[in-house]
């Protein structure tokens, strides 16, 4: 049996809704480009680090608030969900860094050889 489909009715283009579309990927494309930039420019280290992990938590938050709608909510539910989520990722993070830590103290690692030190005038005792 056919089901009649007669109440459907198109909806004009809303141009302004694809022009906000078209705006964050191409934001989230520049955010990406310095990213690479970053990725190929610099040596590994700490600096780098940072700089990826700010740079995706830009690209988060513009994915989260446009294409889940997040960023057109009240204030009270934006917070409501971002501060129990920044409290359990610093949760985890310390977590895994006081485990880490107490491994490696287990373990007896050691992160950084201490240099020889110099005696002055060069004699030694």
């Known amino acids: 049996?056919?089901?009649l489909t007669s109440n459907v009715v198109v909806q004009p283009v809303d141009k302004a809704k694809i022009?906000?579309?078209?705006?964050?990927?191409?934001?989230l494309a520049i955010v990406t480009a310095i990213e690479y930039a970053f990725a190929f420019a610099m040596d590994a280290g700490m600096l780098r680090t940072v700089i990826f992990i700010g740079l995706t938590i830009v690209k988060a938050w513009f994915i989260v608030s446009e294409f889940m709608h997040l960023g057109h909510e009240v204030k009270?539910?934006?917070?409501?969900?971002?501060?129990?989520?920044m409290f359990i990722i610093w949760l985890i993070v310390a977590l895994v860094?006081?485990?880490?830590?107490?491994?490696?103290?287990?373990?007896g690692v050691v992160d950084v050889d201490q240099p020889a030190t110099e005696h002055v005038?060069?004699?030694?005792?």
């Open 76 to 85: 009270g539910l934006i917070y409501s969900i971002i501060l129990p989520m």
């Open 97 to 107: 860094n006081l485990e880490g830590g107490a491994i490696k103290e287990a373990r």
């Open 121 to 125: 005038g060069g004699e030694e005792h």
């Open 19 to 27: 022009r906000g579309i078209w705006r964050v990927a191409l934001i």
């Open 1 to 3: 049996m056919e089901q």
